[in-house]
């Protein structure tokens, strides 16, 4: 993986927002969520799905906006990431 910065997002708005409307996207998202969606997106997202102790339970690469990523059971952290930046399989650890 690329080294790039992840922010996490906090309150509803934040969680809400995620990087709809974001265009040349340089940096992830982390979200407390089990599920999202991707209208409004300006380009395609990677997303990773994590326990709470940053287990990687699901990973979806070029998620296209107006997507839904329905909740998964177990899953305590989103991450939205640029496409292309993530190398990473189920099972792996993100730190």
């Known amino acids: 993986m690329k080294n790039i910065e992840i922010r996490e997002m906090h309150g509803f708005w ?5 990087l709809m409307g974001t265009q040349n996207i340089n ?3 982390k979200i407390r969520c089990n599920g999202i969606h991707t209208f409004f997106m300006k380009e ?3 997303i990773i799905a994590t326990d709470k102790n940053g287990n990687i ?3 979806w690469y070029n998620v296209k906006p107006w997507k839904i ?3 998964k059971k177990n899953v ?9 930046v993530i190398n990473f399989k189920i099972g792996d650890k993100l730190k």
């Open 14 to 18: 934040q969680n809400f927002k995620g």
């Open 27 to 29: 940096y992830a998202i």
């Open 44 to 46: 395609p997202i990677d």
């Open 57 to 59: 339970l699901h990973i």
């Open 69 to 71: 990523i329905m909740p």
């Open 76 to 84: 305590y952290y989103t991450y939205e990431f640029p496409i292309n």
